[in-house]
């Protein structure tokens, strides 16, 4: 398995993303951050045993909070990105960081 980083800084991470998902002052009333206190008190490791259940439990939240941050990625960049009808040229070359060249204008251009 795959080093994992302290319980404390996934725990953070967790409560990181929640703080994301519903603001700075109401995260902490959700069942989402009950219930992750709740499974990180009730897994700790003493000093004295080696706690299987708790690796398991750091894997599945460490999993978990990345879920969670690449949603938040996913739906920031879908929203920047998605189509939303038609755009015109030089929209979509701004979208993409070039600039359309600037055409002459002036009388016999047309043809």
Known sequence: MAA????????????????????????????A????????????????KLCLAQQELQFQASTYSCLL????????????FHAKGERSPEEVAGLVGLKLPQQPGGKGWET
């Open 33 to 48: 951050c009950n219930y992750i206190r709740e499974q990180f008190r009730k897994y700790q490791v003493t000093s004295e």
């Open 4 to 31: 994992l980083g302290s319980p404390l800084h996934v725990y953070r991470r967790l409560l990181q993303e929640l703080r994301h998902l519903h603001g700075p002052e109401r995260y902490k009333n959700t069942a």
């Open 69 to 80: 941050q690449n949603v938040r990625n996913h739906l920031s960049l879908h929203e920047e």
